[in-house]
């Protein structure tokens, strides 16, 4: 049994611990929001934060999640979040939105971090974070506007 | 003649598509007697899938295409597959627009899979693709909406006791001013239900439309893609369902020859090892457990009709072939008599990778055996038309009783939808395998990425070669093209229809095509065979055809001495649309005025590129800086698009910024490459995908239109990548003719 803490929730779990923490979350909690994208960390797609930290839960084992604080798409609240959420919908960001679960996590830690990113800035946080269909105009527009929000 | 005409033509020799007699059986069979048919001033095909239904409490039956809820919801059955191309946000909008709802109030469903009800008019079944879904709905849709309106009035005015003329609806409120009533539709909609189809409708004054070009509409799944809820095929979860991956030949043309299972069944978790036509299927308790007991598979594979060359080889062998005739796709003038009196010759070779899909959600599907003998699916569902059949065969049973509940994709670029159904076949074949042995249980068949990088279905490896003669004045008088590559009709049932006298259709287009005034004009192709398995990609034969001529185009304008642009503009005499588009992107882009410097060492340059494709006409302008060590860097892309009627101009913004994000991505790095037959490439590391700091600046500007609307999930892919090249040939002088443009060394 390994337990963890998922959106300030505890759960235990009967995994081998080697079972990446995307894997627990999707398969074993129902937790579909955080996304499967690649299995490398190559896209982004299965952000989640651990410990406040943007994580590609596909390369954590569970065991070296456990006794941390994990939140997902279904967890996340806040200032930064409530302004990223709102951000994405006013300007329309997704077009099939299988990767915007992980950019919006990947977003909110970078505006927990740094509200008010020049491009420079929010290139580095979200270069990790693929979208195929290319909604990248938008998500650097979005992550601007939900800046500008929180500052307000 | 295009993809969605050949489509239709190859579905009807494939399945039957419904006589008009059987729609209106099968119709009034599943829901009742309002079914809005026939009778109405539209075309005959159009007006046979427009049933419009309204739905009171006591009529829970299932609707056509509109919904009407007492809670005051419409809801539109979307007949298409949404995987991004925001398709239910547009049919939804087309109804509410007839129909004078409040765009508050409308929501949107996937139709189930019955292409009876559902056909794509442009394939003869049920299916998406070829940018076509707006433009096939654009009629039954606002009649549904139409006729829906119309049912409300008409109930109003009876429970009223006024004339129906004398009622106005707005916003989904139904009103008359002279009484002072009014109700909003969900308290009229179970007597609207009772009122009789109208024989006919009047469709709105498009000078009247509300919603419809309103720029500032939102997508319908703009709130559940962001707070992670919108349920895709991956997030399905049904009781008892085990999670299959397959192991699959490492070289295209291999089979299984034997299996030693011992170590992957000692995989805790693991169920139970299968063997299927496309492999062996490893199925588990969950995800993890069915790709680490694939892992400890030990399978020999047969490979003695497998591909075994590389990609170096099959060019070569290409090559080779281009300098030789082909099957003549298009012949205009006598090419060989022009180039007999020209003043400058060029010649030159394209040449084009194979290309993989890769939409963010891996291709998957959940399918259970149902107790009727057929199965229900759970799937981002593109070609019900063939899934149905196809799955149907496997299992023996009808295609009716193969239900499809059609879910979110998370991408598609044309691999969801395949001539041979693939993966929901391969879902059939596993389910029934371990029916047999074990007893049902749904299974969800589930590809990683290296599945899906290493499993084919690529846009085909093409060789484009070019001769082309200038006259003194530097006019374009002759042009040879000789294009070599794969059919990915070849070996489908689609292949009797799409590929005439040895001429895939879809290869060629965009080329025998080709709208530029060329006097002596000769096309051929060299259809080649390879186990290497290929498919239509996000704009099909354009994403080569569109690249090579636009491309090979700027070189000629470059040895003619002239302005791309004006060279283009004197070519393009009767096509006022692409003429149109060209010049808008021009315009907004500056062409006429210098670009502003770079910084010291680096050159900065435009590139500008116009081509037809889908029925939609787009130009794209590209800004680059090739840096002082050659990389470049693609600063900004202005571009232009004409798709008839707007009907949702941001959802149509996004499409060409996200095409243009494709097509450049992909030209800048993306290859899938063989060696010795094994594909080299395995995950986003090998196939490294577009990123944020590699897109442009976009900017889309829509050409003003009350032409028929056509689709845009396409078009704007085909001009992005030449617009690039077209700015780094006049920065550098040099052509960008072998793709991916890291080949050259500038990325």
């Excluded at chain 1, 959106?7 to 937790?31: F, H, I, K, T």
């Excluded at chain 1, 499967?36 to 999640?65: N, Y």
């Excluded at chain 2, 299916?127 to 606002?142: F, H, I, M, P, Q």
Aim: aromatic share 6%; glycine share 10%.
């Amino acid at each position: 049994m390994i337990r963890l803490t998922i959106n300030g929730q505890e759960r235990e779990v009967d995994v081998p611990a080697d079972m990446p923490l995307l894997w627990v979350l999707r398969d074993e909690l129902n937790l579909t929001g955080t996304k499967f994208g690649c299995g490398i960390a190559a896209c982004g797609a299965c952000t989640v934060h651990v410990d406040g930290v943007p994580t590609r839960s596909c390369q954590l084992p569970a065991e070296a999640a456990a006794g941390m604080h994990v939140t997902t798409i279904e967890g996340i609240q806040g200032k930064a979040a409530a302004a990223v959420q709102k951000a994405w919908q006013d300007l329309d960001v997704v077009q099939c939105g299988y990767c915007q679960s992980g950019q919006i996590m990947s977003a909110v830690a970078l505006l927990t971090e740094n509200q008010d990113p020049d491009d420079a800035a929010i290139e580095a946080a979200m270069d990790g974070n693929v979208c195929r269909c290319a909604t990248y105009v938008r998500i650097k527009a979005a992550v601007k506007h939900a800046a500008k929000t929180m500052r307000a | 003649m295009h993809l969605p005409m050949l489509l239709r033509q190859a579905a009807a020799t494939t399945v039957e598509p419904p006589s008009r007699r059987q729609f209106l059986k099968g119709a009034a069979g599943a829901g009742g007697a309002l079914v809005l048919a026939a009778a109405l001033p539209v075309p005959a095909r159009a007006a046979e899938g427009a049933a419009a239904r309204i739905m009171g409490p006591a009529d829970p039956r299932p609707l056509a295409f509109v919904r009407i809820a007492p809670d005051n919801t419409v809801t539109v059955l979307v007949k298409h597959l949404d995987k991004g191309q925001g398709i239910m946000t547009g049919l939804t909008t087309i109804v509410a627009e007839e129909l004078d709802a409040d765009w508050g109030q409308m929501r949107g469903e996937f139709a189930p899979a019955d292409s009876a009800l559902y056909a794509n008019h442009a394939f003869g079944i049920q299916g998406t693709g070829g940018s076509t879904a707006v433009t096939n709905s654009w009629d039954e849709l606002r009649m549904a909406g139409a006729a829906a309106r119309a049912m409300l009035v008409a109930a109003a005015a009876a429970q009223w006791g006024v004339p129906a003329a004398e009622i106005t609806v707005a916003k989904g409120v139904v009103s008359h001013a002279r009484s002072g009533k009014s109700a909003p539709f969900g308290a009229l909609a179970e007597a609207a239900s009772r009122q009789p189809v109208p024989a006919k409708v009047t469709l709105k004054d498009p000078a009247t439309f509300t919603l419809i070009g309103n720029p500032s509409l939102h997508r319908l799944d703009h709130v559940s893609k962001t707070n992670g809820t919108a349920i895709f095929a991956l997030d399905i979860r049904r009781p008892g369902q085990l999670t299959a991956v397959v192991a699959r030949p490492p070289r295209f043309g291999g089979t299984v020859a034997g299996v030693d299972d011992k170590a992957a069944r000692a995989v805790p978790g693991v169920v139970d090892i299968l063997q299927i036509p496309t492999g062996v299927a490893v199925l588990a308790r969950n995800s993890w457990a069915a790709m680490k007991g694939r892992e400890a598979l030990a399978v020999t594979w047969d490979e003695s009709k497998a591909e075994k060359r590389g990609t170096e080889q099959m060019l070569a062998d290409y090559r080779a072939l281009a300098r030789k005739p082909g099957a003549k796709a298009a012949r205009k003038g006598d090419t060989a008599k022009a180039f007999a009196g020209v003043a400058k010759v060029l010649e030159a070779e394209y040449s084009f990778p194979f290309l993989a899909h890769a939409p963010m959600e891996p291709l998957n599907a959940t399918v259970e055996l149902t107790a009727d003998g057929g199965a229900e699916f759970w799937a981002g569902s593109q070609f019900q038309g063939i899934e149905q059949p196809t799955v149907a065969a496997i299992l023996g049973c009808k295609p009716e009783q193969v239900r499809i509940n059609t879910v979110w994709a998370g991408g598609s670029f044309g691999r969801r939808a395949t001539p041979t159904a693939d993966y929901m076949a391969e879902a059939a074949h596993i389910a029934k395998a371990y029916a047999a042995k074990s007893g049902k249980a749904p299974i969800h068949v589930v590809w990683t990425r290296e599945d899906d990088i290493k499993g084919g279905m690529y846009r085909p490896l093409f060789v484009h070669r070019f001769k082309a003669g200038l006259d003194k004045g530097g006019n374009l008088v002759a042009w040879e093209q000789t294009i070599v590559g794969q059919s990915f009709m070849a070996g489908t049932p689609f292949e009797a229809v799409m590929v005439k006298d040895g001429v895939d259709a879809t290869a060629v287009e965009g080329a025998s095509d080709m709208a530029y005034a060329v006097p002596n004009l000769a096309v051929d192709l060299h259809v080649v065979k390879s186990p290497v398995t290929t498919l239509w990609w996000r704009s099909v034969g354009h994403t080569h055809t569109a690249y090579a001529k636009e491309a090979f185009l700027d070189e000629l304008a470059a040895a003619a001495g002239k302005d791309p642009v004006q060279f283009r503009l004197a070519l393009l005499t009767g096509h006022p649309r692409l003429q149109g588009a060209l010049r808008l992107a021009a315009d907004k882009a500056g062409w006429d005025k210098p670009l502003p410097p770079g910084a010291k060492g680096e050159t900065r340059a435009r590139g500008v590129a116009v081509h037809e494709s889908f029925g939609s006409f787009v130009a794209h302008v590209a800004e680059v800086t090739v840096r002082a060590d050659g990389r470049i860097k693609v600063d900004r892309v202005v571009c232009a698009v004409d798709c008839g009627v707007a009907v949702n101009p941001d959802v149509i913004k996004a499409q060409i910024e996200g095409g243009t994000g494709w097509g450049i991505g992909h030209a800048l790095r993306n290859a899938i490459t063989l060696t010795d037959g094994l594909v080299d490439q395995a995950n986003f590391d090998g196939y490294e995908p577009m990123r944020m700091s590699d897109m442009p600046a976009v900017e889309v500007h829509i050409v003003p239109s009350s032409e028929r609307p056509t689709g845009v999930g396409e078009p704007g892919v085909p001009t992005a990548a030449p617009a690039v090249a077209n700015a780094v040939l006049k920065a550098t002088g040099k052509p960008l003719r072998d793709l991916p443009f890291s080949k050259a060394g500038i990325v």
